[in-house]
């Protein structure tokens, strides 16, 4: 797992082998 920066309402998408396993958009930060 790579972390990243994330803010409220990016979207992101989870890939792994060259293919999308998870995608969405993120709701709340969580400190």
């Not at 972390?3 to 709701?27: C, K, N, Q, Y």
Request: avoid cysteine; charged fraction near 25%.
């Amino acid at each position: 797992i790579t972390p990243i920066a994330m803010d409220e309402g990016l979207r992101f998408a989870i890939r792994e082998g060259g293919r999308t396993v998870g995608a969405g958009v993120v709701s709340a930060v969580i400190k």
